[in-house]
T-cell receptor, first 112, second 113 residues
Framework: EAGVTQSPTHLIKTRGQQATLRCSPI?????VYWYQQALGLGLQFLLW???????NRGNFPPRFSGRQFPNYSSELNVNALELEDSALYLC???????????FGDGTRLSIL | RKEVEQDPGPFNVPEGATVAFNCTYS??????FFWYRQDCRKEPKLLMS???SGNEDGRFTAQLNRASQYISLLIRDSKLSDSATYLC??????????????FGKGTKLSVKP
């Protein structure tokens, strides 16, 4: 069974640009979560989607947004990139919101 | 106060040692509890869920004390391959659903030969 897949693996952008990160959950999983892991800060919750709806968002500015598609894959969009957005962005999925989450390998976003 | 707090570490132990990690959480509405393991520059992987009755998986034992809002992980007979960062994780209850995870910063374990 394929795990959670994320693309791209690495993404290099400059300040002010926009970034799009993609996530395909494990087959059959309907809940998708996005987390940011910045150096020294630990994993911080960003967004939670379930059945195409945004269920909750973490303490991040509105320039962090996303969506979930009918096939349950998801996109994370970050607008007006800032240097401090440099981090590993991890996507996780679960069969439903009451099951343990399984993580993808992440997208490493570097802002120059 | 941080939502999930863990021993800062790092823990440097010899092979075969028993090591214990502690964690406290601040929100009494926390519904589910987990230990995840994260290897350097890798994604977190679920190690085990934690139940009020305590649970064991081989060399790993997890305990939950809801009254004290305290979670522990015990690793017996530690192996070199146990070297990793151990993340204490809780999930709140959102309208009956588990919801997103709240991570501690993690405790780094280094097992030496």
């Amino acid at each position: 069974e394929a795990g959670v897949t994320q693309s791209p693996t690495h993404l290099i952008k400059t300040r002010g640009q926009q970034a799009t990160l993609r996530c395909s959950p494990i087959s059959g999983h309907t809940s998708v979560y996005w987390y940011q892991q910045a150096l020294g800060l630990g994993l911080q919750f960003l967004l939670w989607y379930d059945e195409g709806e945004e269920r909750n968002r973490g303490n991040f500015p509105p320039r962090f947004s996303g969506r979930q598609f009918p096939n349950y894959s998801s996109e994370l969009n970050v607008n007006a990139l800032e240097l401090e957005d440099s981090a590993l962005y991890l996507c996780a999925s679960s069969p439903d919101s009451n099951q343990p989450q399984h993580f993808g390998d992440g997208t490493r976003l570097s802002i120059l | 106060r941080k939502e999930v707090e863990q021993d800062p570490g790092p823990f440097n132990v010899p092979e075969g040692a028993t090591v214990a990690f502690n964690c406290t959480y601040s929100n009494s509405a926390s519904q589910s509890f987990f230990w995840y393991r994260q290897d350097c520059r890798k994604e977190p992987k679920l190690l085990m869920s934690v139940y009020s009755s305590g649970n064991e998986d081989g060399r790993f034992t997890a305990q939950l004390n809801r009254a004290s809002q305290y979670i522990s992980l015990l690793i017996r007979d530690s192996k070199l391959s146990d070297s990793a960062t151990y993340l204490c994780v809780v999930a709140l209850n959102y309208g009956g659903s588990q919801g997103n995870l709240i991570f501690g910063k993690g405790t780094k374990l280094s097992v030496k030969p």
